[in-house]
């Protein structure tokens, strides 16, 4: 929502008393935002908007644009000296900001009430003429909501050391992995470090599907929710405008999808067009959409086919050590499958798989042969277990995403594969399986 920006020649700053949520919510945050968050959301604040006071005395002085400090920082910072009462310090980074990103429509908004309420107290975020309003309902509904969401990701920080609970194991062939938690409006970008594991690097506002999430079929204008793997990366001169910065395309239908009979196609983590900084929290087709800033840190981090992307309703913040058990349990369902094709026992092996598999487009009875020989070839001969990667997703059923190398013996190389197995009546059975 546009607003014209007056020349502003130091006027009487009148005290706010908006009732809006941003500067309840901050006012009671604050002190929360001063100190250190248990996760960045990007490059740290200016220093008198992590709690060092400016002398009263002198009006804060316009700063220089810093065009790499990370935008929804500043907005966070004029959201939190609004929740202080400092409205001249707000209004002075309220216009830095919009300044630097003019397309960024929610900064516009703050700023344009910021401009309002040095002439009367302001009711409401968004606080414009009724007739104005009115006309744009639907507009500053959804910039509210925008708000609330970001602010929430303030409020509720993922607890000090813990991690999204379906992150059971990475290999160290995944240096990153993305969580999305829908709920929020928020994708946490982790690296996958040697010395401490996963390390959340930074997080970012998102938007999702007009018709929210849980993609069924083509054209439901919904995001889908569970795990998937970056296939590719699209640059932006490759893509029309509306695709902003670039884009990193995912594997929807993934295997699971495709036995539920989820359809469609083309879901991407993409940006914005060149006139939206961010957009709506519901307003993509299905795709994950970011800030292009957002999105092209994400493009310049991670790796194609290497990258799990997991989309959540919600994300659940485990201790790693619950994973590290839930990991342990599993591994000896898969040494159990690995040994019995060792034994060279084809009935045995054929126990773990279910009816319904299928690779590579074969269904069970037709990749069966295949199996056969395998079997033949493996039994008698041990091998180890390479970077092993699990992925545990569950929602109607349980399942995990396991992937992994299987290296024979006296060999330096081998394919890597990645299973789908489901539990069945208490018990894992494979349901897809494919080489990467």
């Not at 001249?88 to 908004?109: G, K, M």
């Not at 999204?164 to 996958?192: G, M, T, W």
């Not at 069924?216 to 929710?225: M, V």
């Not at 399942?399 to 992994?404: A, D, I, K, L, P």
């Amino acid at each position: 929502m546009p607003f014209v920006q007056p020349v502003v020649s130091a006027p009487r700053m009148k005290p706010l008393t908006c009732v809006a949520a941003a500067a309840l919510v901050l006012g009671a945050v604050g002190s929360a935002w001063a100190q250190k968050p248990h996760y960045p959301t990007g490059p740290t604040p200016p220093r008198h908007a992590a709690g060092h006071a400016t002398p009263a005395a002198k009006p804060a002085p316009v700063r220089k644009a810093e065009p790499q400090l990370n935008a929804e920082a500043r907005l966070i910072s004029v959201y939190r000296l609004i929740g202080q009462g400092k409205s001249r310090q707000a209004l002075a980074e309220a216009q830095t900001l919009v300044r630097d990103h003019p397309n960024f429509q929610l900064a516009q908004l703050i700023y344009g009430d910021l401009l309002s309420s040095q002439m009367r107290p302001l009711r409401a975020l968004g606080d414009a003429p009724e007739h104005i309003a009115n006309a744009a309902a639907p507009m500053l509904a959804e910039l509210r909501e925008e708000s609330a969401l970001r602010l929430k990701a303030l409020r509720e920080r993922p607890p000090a050391g813990t991690v999204p609970s379906q992150l059971v194991a990475l290999s160290p062939r995944n240096k990153h992995v993305i969580a999305v938690d829908a709920s929020r409006a928020r994708l946490y970008l982790f690296e996958n470090t040697p010395q401490t594991g996963l390390k959340l690097v930074a997080d970012y506002y998102i938007s999702v599907g007009k018709s929210g999430i849980e993609k069924a079929a083509e054209g439901d204008l919904r995001t889908p929710l569970g795990v998937y793997f970056i296939t590719s990366a699209l640059s932006r001169s490759s893509l029309k405008d509306f695709y902003g910065a670039g884009a990193l395309p995912i594997n929807y239908p993934n295997p699971y999808d495709t036995i539920r009979g989820k359809t469609g196609s083309g879901i991407w983590l993409h940006g914005t067009p060149p006139n939206q900084f961010s957009r709506a929290p519901k307003a993509t087709d299905g795709c994950v959409v970011l800030a292009n800033p957002d999105l092209e840190r994400l493009m310049r981090t991670v790796e194609v086919r290497s990258t799990p992307v997991v989309i959540a309703p919600s994300l659940q913040w485990v201790n790693p050590a619950v994973l590290k058990a839930q990991r342990t349990a599993f591994e000896q369902t898969l040494g159990a499958w690995q040994a019995a094709r060792v034994s060279g026992n084809l009935a045995k092996v054929v126990s773990f798989y279910t009816s319904d598999f299928s690779s590579q487009g074969k269904n069970f009875d037709q990749w069966l042969p295949s199996l056969e020989r395998e079997v033949n070839a493996v039994a008698g001969r041990q091998s180890q277990t390479k970077d092993l990667s699990v992925l545990h997703w569950k929602d109607i059923a349980e399942t995990m995403v396991v992937t992994f190398a299987e290296l024979p013996a006296n060999a330096r190389t081998a394919p890597t594969r990645r299973q789908y197995w489901i539990k069945v009546h208490g018990q894992w059975k494979i349901f897809y399986e494919g080489i990467v």
